[in-house]
T-cell receptor, first 111, second 114 residues
Framework: GENVEQHPSTLSVQEGDSAVIKCTYS??????FPWYKQELGKGPQLIID?????GEKKDQRIAVTLNKTAKHFSLHITETQPEDSAVYFC??????????FGKGTMLLVSP | DGGITQSPKYLFRKEGQNVTLSCEQN?????MYWYRQDPGQGLRLIYY???????QKGDIAEGYSVSREKKESFPLTVTSAQKNPTAFYLC?????????????FGEGSRLTVL
């Protein structure tokens, strides 16, 4: 099945810095790459996604880039704020009619 | 408000007891899913259902059972056969093409087996 590797597992930044989280995947047929944010004690929420026909997508302070040749995609958060502190998961589609998730990155933004 | 409701939020059970976690959605979604979350392990798929009266095993189905008798409901039973049931359980729903669209998650149920 699909294998999704996510790095780093934890990331600490100062408020205002940028944060980058990277994921690699194994299935060349994958064509959908979402990112989810999970706040403490809650379920994950979709924050941005990208499909394989584009290389980059932006939404205000967050962006996702995709390199299909190398099979990796990244989440970029600029001008980080304390409320960005959460666990972030990458995912991609696989043989099932659902998603395979990475193991998550705990982002801590210090004031 | 449309959304997914999981209950109970916290559940304690003795070893050897079966427990059932509830998941209800009013989003009119065809597909529903159960994930298990353990620290450092991400989200692992237990079962999913794309339509009423049909469901499929995910990666870690052993020791779990589900039913899908109504579109709105997808309860998960953690049986005594599950060797390590203590975990955070997340239910989700999506439109039929769940592998290319957004998953909507509930707020989870934390099960502790004593």
């Amino acid at each position: 099945g699909e294998n999704v590797e996510q790095h780093p597992s934890t990331l600490s930044v100062q408020e205002g810095d940028s944060a980058v989280i990277k994921c690699t995947y194994s299935d060349s047929a994958s064509n959908y790459f979402p990112w989810y944010k999970q706040e403490l004690g809650k379920g994950p929420q979709l924050i941005i996604d990208i499909r394989s026909n584009v290389g980059e997508k932006k939404d205000q302070r967050i962006a996702v880039t995709l390199n299909k040749t190398a099979k990796h995609f990244s989440l970029h958060i600029t001008e980080t704020q304390p409320e960005d502190s959460a666990v972030y998961f990458c995912a991609t589609n696989s043989g099932y009619s659902t998603l395979t998730f990475g193991k998550g990155t705990m982002l801590l933004v210090s004031p | 408000d449309g959304g997914i409701t999981q209950s109970p939020k916290y559940l304690f059970r003795k070893e050897g007891q079966n427990v059932t976690l509830s998941c209800e959605q009013n989003l009119n979604h065809d597909a529903m899913y159960w994930y298990r979350q353990d620290p450092g392990q991400g989200l692992r798929l237990i079962y999913y259902s794309q339509i009423v009266n049909d469901f499929q095993k995910g990666d870690i189905a052993e020791g779990y059972s589900v039913s899908r008798e109504k579109k709105e409901s997808f309860p998960l039973t953690v049986t005594s056969a599950q060797k390590n049931p203590t975990a955070f359980y997340l239910c989700a729903s999506s439109t039929a093409r769940g592998n290319t669209g957004e998953l909507f998650f509930g707020e989870g149920s934390r099960l502790t087996v004593l």
